[in-house]
């Protein structure tokens, strides 16, 4: 996160570290979700709350490889899965 007035930037830690950041987006309040591939073949969509609090829904698919998230039209995130051939999406509201 950039402070823009100071410049100063802040990291935060994923919620598993072992597993790799895929993408993030933003839905239309301004909720920040988050993509990650899980290093056990266990993937997950999160979703940051306050204070950067992180609730994680793990995919049904093993090994899913997610890889892009956006919003779409109806609100909902929606996301590829890379090595599954796969769409999905999880509701935003």
């Known amino acids: 996160m950039l402070d823009p007035s100071t410049g100063k930037i802040t990291e935060y ?24 591939n899980g290093a056990t073949g266990v993937d997950a969509i999160g979703r940051v709350g306050a204070n950067m609090v992180v609730s994680l829904v793990d995919v049904p698919t093993h090994n899913a490889t997610l890889h892009r998230i956006i919003l779409g039209p109806d609100g909902n995130m929606w996301f590829t899965e890379l090595t599954a051939d796969k769409v999905g999406y999880i509701t935003a509201h």
């Not at 830690?13 to 990650?36: N, S, V, Y």
């Open 13 to 36: 830690p994923i919620p598993r570290p072992t597993d790799q950041l895929a993408g993030l987006a933003f839905d239309r309040t301004g909720t920040l979700w988050l993509e990650l």
